[in-house]
């Protein structure tokens, strides 16, 4: 059934307009209602015409022009004569967007009506990506767009192109969110992602002198089309003040006394399921003042304190992760995640829900998923709901809370577990500090009274720690609040237990589960690679798209010579695709006829960026000083992608090396044709959708035992790049799933890691045992790639050396061996085409449908 098809089943004509719609405006002969429900209608409807649900414009060429032509001259003022590019694209994303409207507006009444569990997942990023082909992809208007733009004289491609994505995520974690939401929507499962809306992002990455200098992401300054703002719905939220008690009857309560607040002013992004007419929402919170103007001091002539509340308030939802290396940056980061869930929290039970819901049956309704720690602060906010507001008594407040969250952990690394002073949150959030150490009095009697005699015990799992300052541990909180806990990789999810929060596994083993991440096919597979993904449609039909497992039927085409050849040219024209991009993009120009070498990811040490310019400035070094024949070196071009938090000076510092190692090797005519490396500046999912399906090799080389998952490793996999990596994260599921033939792995095994570690690592020792390893580190400290400069990298040179805090010496030797097997693997093309086919044949269980599945039984129970 087509999509039209689908809509003209399940909805009915309304004389509505689609202004209107948009508009959350009812017909003038309706009668409003004393009650008033914000995402439900607005008002009682007692004209029959009313009555009728909205449609979405008519799915044909002839009504879709229509709308954007109404769109360009009502929406945008402009004659389509007169249009910019700009106001053409505007004009057709809210085209697209009045056909989704339709959908958004039944999927809510649907819920509302059939009080269905919904997940309410809270995060602190979404790395959306464009929305426009996502959205035309979903609806099936592909192609009546394209011949709708057509008959205007205008080209698809080109106002796709205009878009700017929305700057609301940082790496995996942000895009793992809308994968989520994506298949959530996909499965026909009611969600609400909830979030901020960032006026400036993360930041926008640019080079000046190879180093990386951080710009504010603009991406509001154009318009935005594709969120609604709902002022009516802004929630407020309170901040700093005291608390005190008072009575209630024969009671004693306490109370909040805030000493300022903001508003949360909602905006609605809607998230279409994949050809399945259903809609769910992610609703982002813009930060305003509640007095953003006062007009009595700007009429005394001071201006800049008459806008100072607005300016203060505003500044919470200003960027992504502001710098946190100051008391002032902590506190805005403390800011930003309350914030948000105290709006999400309040939003849920105030407006999704239904008047007169009775909150005891709260968990029968919702999950609230917490991705990662940053949204932990909403496990006693919604305490402070119940009990403080709503006058329940402790233990009856507790039940309902602990059952209403889940908790994922994405990190294995200490330090990445966030821990609040409480001196910080005493005097930002009083009253849930004072709730926390509630929840761990009350925990901490349990634990003594299981273990009577272990002490040492109690301290170590008690959610407030003294050491070295005292602190709130966010993922004890969400450990002890949580339903269940679940790491995001099966090595991941046993080291969670094991090493990271072993006395919580012990205390509640039942409570610790695996969630291994996914991917979205429609946005990863079928969207960036419509090549490929036309391949596997003619092989298998159209339904793999929302059924991934069937990618397993494409194994038996890994023998066949015409396939194979087939996904040779695919993978050619995803290279000439990118290599265009990068030419307009950054001015960047890469040959053809190279292995494309990829390694995109946030730039961390544990992440290993320096492994991979070790091996680059090897092989650099044994080409000019002749140690070996550059004509026997497979051509080869090596892609970075990273951005160094502002903060993360080590990290910049790698990042200026990559650069400076990139000028040298591209100019010098000794390695031409042989080594070339690109790094393009600001690294997002748009270059990732251009990027990922022209890669022939995927480095996934984290230090085994630090990596979470990694979904990057996931979508290489599936657009058919080979995976060389080490047992870490997700590579240990893909290595299983792929074989071992079809993987070139690498390295030191987690428990290897933990043994060398224990002995006292010494990578100077690594150094001077390996020539070429030798020869590497004294190239780069030569100042060979800095002018001549020796101190240029001696930041990185002399944590190599002296630290090396995630074993990259111990592993080169390997990792080289690991290359020259690529090497031999690439020089035959078909061998290498069929191990590219069986990845892709053998990963569909990296869909994030599956991780929604495991979700919806392990945890959610929805």
């Not at 505003?314 to 002032?328: A, C, F, G, M, R």
């Not at 507001?389 to 952990?409: G, I, L, N, P, S």
Request: charged fraction near 20%; proline fraction near 5%.
């Amino acid at each position: 059934m087509t999509f039209s098809h689908l809509l003209r089943e399940l909805v009915t004509v309304t004389r509505m307009s689609s202004d209107q719609v948009l508009a959350g405006q009812a017909p003038a002969d309706e009668t409003p209602s004393t009650e008033i429900h914000r995402y439900g209608p607005m008002t009682t409807p007692t004209h029959p015409l009313a009555l009728a649900p909205v449609t979405a414009p008519p799915a044909t060429v002839d009504g879709f022009v229509k709308e954007f032509l109404r769109e360009l001259n009502t929406g945008q003022g402009v004659a389509l004569s007169r249009s910019t590019v700009n106001d053409q694209y505007l004009a057709l994303a809210r085209t697209v967007r009045h056909y989704l409207m339709a959908r958004w507006l039944e999927t809510t009444r649907h819920q509302r009506e059939t009080k269905e569990k919904a997940v309410g997942y809270l995060s602190a990023e979404y790395l959306l990506g464009r929305q426009l082909g996502n959205a035309l992809l979903a609806t099936d208007l592909g192609e009546i767009a394209e011949k709708a733009m057509a008959a205007c004289g205008l080209d698809l491609v080109t106002l796709r192109a205009q878009e700017v994505e929305p700057g609301l995520g940082n790496g995996g974690l942000g895009r793992l969110a809308a994968c989520f939401v994506d298949s959530l929507a996909t499965m026909s499962i009611p969600c609400i992602g909830y979030g901020i809306r960032y006026e400036y992002g993360i930041f926008k990455q640019t080079f000046v002198d190879g180093r990386q200098v951080e710009q504010p992401d603009t991406w509001l300054s154009l318009g935005e089309p594709w969120g609604f703002p709902h002022p009516e719905a802004a929630v407020q939220v309170d901040f700093g003040g005291y608390t005190e008690t008072y009575r209630d009857g024969d009671v004693e309560r306490t109370r909040w006394v805030p000493s300022w607040n903001v508003l949360g002013l909602p905006y609605n992004y809607m998230v279409p399921g994949y050809q399945n007419g259903r809609v769910n929402t992610l609703r982002l919170w813009s930060a305003q003042a509640t007095k953003a103007f006062d007009l009595a001091i700007f009429n005394a002539g001071d201006y800049a304190e008459a806008v100072r509340a607005q300016t203060f308030a505003e500044n919470i939802t200003k960027v992504l992760y502001p710098e946190d290396s100051t008391p002032q940056g902590k506190e805005l980061r403390l800011q930003q995640q309350y914030f948000f869930v105290a709006c999400s929290i309040r939003d849920f039970i105030n407006q999704v829900m239904e008047p007169g819901f009775d909150l005891h049956d709260l968990p029968e309704r919702v999950t609230f998923q917490l991705n990662d720690t940053h949204p932990v602060i909403a496990v006693p906010e919604l305490m402070r709901i119940l009990v403080d507001e709503h006058k329940w008594e402790w233990d009856e407040a507790w039940d309902v809370t602990k059952r209403c969250f889940a908790y994922t952990c994405h990190t294995l690394l200490p330090e990445a577990l966030e821990v609040w002073p409480v001196d910080l949150l005493g005097r930002l959030l009083p009253r849930h500090l004072e709730i926390i150490y509630q929840i761990n009095d009350a925990f901490l009697a349990e634990v003594r009274e299981r273990f009577p005699n272990d002490e040492l015990r109690a301290r170590s799992m008690s959610i407030v720690t003294d050491y070295p300052d005292r602190s709130v541990r966010m993922a004890y909180l969400a450990t002890v609040a949580g339903m269940k806990v679940n790491g995001v990789a099966a090595l991941h999810s046993q080291l969670l237990a094991d090493k990271v929060l072993p006395a919580f596994s012990e205390y509640w083993p039942e409570k610790f589960t695996n969630v291994t991440n996914g991917v979205t096919p429609r946005r990863f597979l079928r969207l960036a690679n419509p090549w490929l993904s036309q391949l596997i449609t003619d092989a298998l039909g159209v339904g793999w798209v929302t059924d991934l497992d069937r990618l397993a039927e494409l194994e038996p085409y890994a023998q066949d010579e015409d396939f194979r050849k087939a996904f040779r040219e695919a993978k050619q024209t995803n290279k000439e695709r990118l290599y265009a991009l990068l030419r307009a993009r950054d001015g960047i120009e890469l040959s053809g006829d190279h292995l494309l070498d990829v390694m995109v990811k946030r730039l961390h040490e544990y992440k290993r960026q320096t492994l991979k310019i070790l091996h680059i400035v090897s092989l650099y070094e044994q080409i000019i000083h002749e140690r070996v024949d550059p004509t026997t070196i497979t051509p080869r071009t090596v892609v970075f992608g990273a951005k160094a938090a502002p903060g993360y000076r080590l990290a910049k510092e790698i990042i200026y090396l990559i650069n400076k190692v990139g000028e040298t090797v591209n100019t010098d005519p000794r390695v031409a044709g042989r080594l070339q490396i690109a790094f393009p500046a600001n690294y997002n999912v748009t270059l990732a959708e251009k990027l990922i399906p022209a890669a022939d090799l995927s480095e996934q080389i984290s230090l085994a035992g630090m990596e979470a998952s990694g979904t990057g490793n996931m979508k290489f996999a599936l657009n058919g790049a080979l995976t060389i990596g080490t047992d870490d994260g997700a590579n240990v599921e893909i290595r299983q799933l792929v074989g071992d033939d079809n993987f070139f792995g690498f390295g030191m095994t987690e428990p290897e890691v933990a043994a060398l570690g224990a002995s006292g690592y010494q990578p100077g020792s690594y150094y001077e045992s390996n020539p070429q390893l030798k020869a590497a580190i004294d190239l780069i400290a030569s100042g060979a790639f800095s002018g001549g400069d020796r101190n240029a990298f001696e930041p990185v040179v002399s944590n190599l050396l002296y630290h090396d805090r995630f074993m990259a010496l111990a592993d080169f030797a390997s990792y080289v061996d690991a290359q020259a097997a690529v090497e031999a693997a690439y020089a035959d093309q078909e061998a290498w085409s069929k191990m590219a086919i069986l990845n892709v044949a053998r990963t569909g269980f990296f869909s994030s449908d599956r991780s929604m599945r495991d979700y919806l039984s392990r945890i959610w129970r929805a």
